[in-house]
């Protein structure tokens, strides 16, 4: 279990990336796939979008405009297609997102994301449009995300999202799979126990 890998309320600001079919190769390119550690992928994270081909910072990028900041990423719908790599995730979280919210996410990528620690908040083609005009209109506003009570909050905007239940208590106490089992230690016994 790690504290930091906890969700259970975050308000932030957000970064908009009004980009739909980001597919995991933008995400993070092949040629940085070699690690196999979750460390520094964040560095090449949207790296062809990112870097030009001299490899200087794009000042047009969204994530290279100081105007915006923040933990949550604001993207266009069909977030995360494309290749089921895993590395797409560990780049998010290396970055320092902890929230992504979108329309539509690929299943693999969603499942990946839940996996490591980051909330896939989806919600309607509507609500993705205003949130985007919010965040033009004041960069610095303020989201906060309810984990436990699930729901997305913003000016006078509150929005509920669905999440797996076993994914939500993972991600409220920080648990991976392994450490999910290791809670239920004493249940387990005291079934095996039972049954002996």
Known sequence: ???????????????PLPVENIDT????????????????????????WRFNKKNE??????????????????SGSNFGCGSS??????????????????????DIFKMN?????????????????IIFNKIYNKPDIKFEVDLPNQTLKFNNNSINFDIDQY????LINGYDDIDFLVSKKEKINNFISLKC
């Open 1 to 15: 279990m790690n504290n930091k890998n906890k969700i259970k309320t975050l308000i932030s600001s957000a970064i």
């Open 25 to 48: 190769d933008q995400i993070i390119p092949a040629r940085f796939l070699k690690a196999t550690s979750k460390k520094n992928f964040g560095e090449n994270l949207f790296r062809d």
């Open 57 to 74: 910072l794009n000042l047009d990028f969204v994530l290279n405009n100081k105007k915006y900041s923040g933990e949550i990423l604001v």
């Open 85 to 106: 790599r895993e590395h797409a995730a560990w780049a998010l979280k290396d970055y320092g997102f902890k929230v992504i919210i979108s329309s539509f996410f690929a």
């Open 113 to 129: 994301a839940l996996n490591n620690n980051i909330l896939p908040i989806q919600v309607s083609d509507e609500t993705l449009e």
């Open 167 to 170: 994914k939500k208590t993972c």
